[in-house]
């Protein structure tokens, strides 16, 4: 079986290229590298020791798309490209919704020109919105998005379901990642994000490097244990199994179907510190500074409908996922540059 990854070259998507490579997979990586290095892709060769087709082009190519198509034979698609920053998503709004959105109408036009109608997107537990208690299940209604990257990801999931519902031949699966951190236990990839981070690991790991000088801690006034936010950490390779799971799925069955891929636990911004201290023997200088808009108090899933219909559960906990992050950063102080 051969497996379309588009954003194959970022986080997510190297790691889940790893794992499709393990489990046999055929894997065709689409990236325009505007986030990535192609040095990632060299690295998941590197680590699963199999051969991995590249092609550097756009979702918003529909040539560049049609002739992937044409020259592979391709069973599923995994979907990862797309522009992730919240802050980058609010001053460029129109940038977000044309790669975003405009990218995915193009992906699922050749998809169907081509005749291969099944796809695994990475959702986000942003689309919960801030309205839903946690542990946010898969039949609650969708929130209001507060950014135009959380409205990207609202609608792509009504397109696809509008999709599905249109034509069933598609099989749809939607994935709803909570927080993905960590890395591969290689230290080979991980997550090399450009500038100063806005997430907070790889924020506390570039403080650790001694890249930054202190951690902000956004709010520390929340109604939660210790005051600041929680959140459900889930480790990178975690996640990658459950697409594994969503492919065969696809493969398998027409539907659409919708899954929170989380740990079902969630800690706090200072738990994260602690753990991080643990796994890096260093201290982890902060400061508390003001909550930043946009933030929930809680958030965390209820991954049960994951387990029992794909068979899938994380079962790595946060001292791993703290490891796994530090090893990485810390054999690679300048991400995939060195
Ligand atoms: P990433 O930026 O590391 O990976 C995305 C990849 O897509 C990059 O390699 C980038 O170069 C590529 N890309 C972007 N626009 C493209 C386009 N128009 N054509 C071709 N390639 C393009 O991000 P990630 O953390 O690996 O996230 C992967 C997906 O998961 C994204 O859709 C993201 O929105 C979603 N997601 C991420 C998180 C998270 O916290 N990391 C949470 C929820 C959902
Ligand atoms: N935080 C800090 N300091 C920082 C960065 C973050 O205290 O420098 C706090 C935040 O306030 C929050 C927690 O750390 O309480 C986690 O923040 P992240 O930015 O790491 O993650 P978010 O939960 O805000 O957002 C992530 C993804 C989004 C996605 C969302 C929901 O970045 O793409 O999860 O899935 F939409």
Same mark, same amino acid.
């Given at each position: 079986?051969?497996?379309?990854?588009?954003?194959?070259?970022?986080?997510?998507?190297?790691?889940?290229?790893?794992? @499709?490579?393990?489990?046999?997979?055929?894997?065709?990586?689409?990236?325009?590298?505007?986030?990535?290095?192609?040095?990632?892709?060299?690295?998941?060769?590197?680590?699963?020791?199999?051969?991995?087709?590249?092609?550097?082009?756009?979702?918003?190519?529909?040539?560049?798309?049609?002739?992937?198509?044409?020259?592979?034979?391709?069973?599923?698609?995994?979907?990862?490209?797309? @522009?992730?920053?919240?802050?980058?998503?609010?001053?460029?709004?129109?940038?977000?919704?044309?790669?975003?959105?405009?990218?995915?109408?193009?992906?699922? /036009?050749?998809?169907?020109?081509?005749?291969?109608?099944?796809?695994?997107?990475?959702?986000?537990?942003?689309?919960?919105?801030?309205?839903?208690?946690?542990?946010?299940?898969?039949?609650?209604?969708?929130?209001?998005?507060?950014?135009?990257?959380?409205?990207?990801?609202?609608?792509?999931?009504?397109?696809?379901?509008?999709?599905?519902?249109?034509?069933?031949?598609?099989?749809?699966?939607?994935?709803?990642?909570?927080?993905?951190?960590?890395?591969?236990?290689?230290?080979?990839?991980? /997550?090399?994000?450009?500038?100063?981070?806005?997430?907070?690991?790889?924020?506390?790991?570039?403080?650790?490097?001694?890249? @930054?000088?202190?951690?902000?801690?956004?709010?520390?006034?929340?109604?939660? =244990?210790?005051?600041?936010?929680?959140?459900?950490?889930?480790?990178?390779?975690?996640?990658?199994?459950?697409?594994?799971?969503?492919?065969?799925?696809?493969?398998?069955?027409?539907?659409?179907?919708?899954?929170?891929?989380?740990?079902?636990?969630?800690?706090?911004?200072?738990?994260?510190?602690?753990?991080?201290?643990?796994?890096?023997?260093?201290?982890?200088?902060?400061?508390?500074?003001?909550?930043?808009?946009?933030?929930?108090?809680?958030?965390?899933?209820?991954?049960?409908?994951?387990?029992?219909?794909?068979?899938?559960?994380?079962?790595?906990? @946060?001292?791993?996922?703290? /490891?796994?992050?530090?090893?990485?950063?810390?054999?690679? =102080?300048?991400?995939?540059?060195?």
């Amino acid at each position: 079986m051969s497996i379309l990854v588009t954003g194959g070259a970022g986080f997510i998507g190297s790691h889940t290229c790893v794992e @499709l490579l393990n489990a046999g997979y055929d894997t065709i990586i689409l990236d325009n590298l505007c986030n990535s290095k192609s040095e990632s892709v060299k690295r998941i060769k590197e680590i699963t020791g199999k051969d991995v087709k590249f092609v550097k082009c756009d979702i918003r190519d529909r040539a560049g798309l049609d002739k992937i198509f044409s020259e592979n034979k391709i069973d599923a698609v995994i979907h990862f490209a797309g @522009l992730k920053s919240v802050p980058q998503s609010c001053k460029e709004p129109l940038e977000y919704y044309d790669n975003n959105i405009g990218g995915t109408v193009t992906l699922c /036009e050749a998809m169907a020109a081509a005749g291969c109608k099944k796809i695994v997107f990475s959702s986000s537990a942003t689309v919960y919105g801030s309205e839903n208690p946690s542990p946010l299940r898969e039949d609650m209604p969708e929130g209001k998005t507060t950014n135009p990257y959380g409205t990207t990801k609202l609608y792509i999931e009504r397109i696809l379901k509008d999709t599905y519902a249109a034509d069933n031949e598609w099989s749809v699966c939607l994935l709803r990642y909570f927080n993905p951190i960590g890395a591969h236990k290689s230290g080979r990839i991980g /997550e090399d994000p450009n500038g100063i981070p806005a997430n907070l690991v790889p924020y506390i790991t570039q403080v650790a490097i001694g890249k @930054l000088d202190h951690l902000n801690v956004c709010g520390n006034d929340y109604p939660t =244990p210790d005051g600041t936010g929680i959140r459900d950490y889930i480790h990178v390779v975690d996640l990658a199994l459950g697409h594994i799971k969503a492919v065969e799925k696809v493969l398998g069955e027409t539907g659409c179907s919708t899954y929170n891929l989380g740990t079902g636990k969630g800690y706090s911004v200072l738990d994260l510190v602690k753990a991080f201290e643990k796994a890096c023997g260093k201290k982890i200088k902060y400061e508390i500074a003001p909550r930043r808009s946009g933030d929930v108090a809680i958030c965390y899933s209820d991954p049960t409908k994951a387990k029992q219909e794909l068979g899938w559960s994380a079962t790595r906990d @946060l001292d791993e996922m703290c /490891e796994d992050s530090w090893r990485w950063q810390s054999n690679n =102080p300048n991400g995939f540059e060195d």
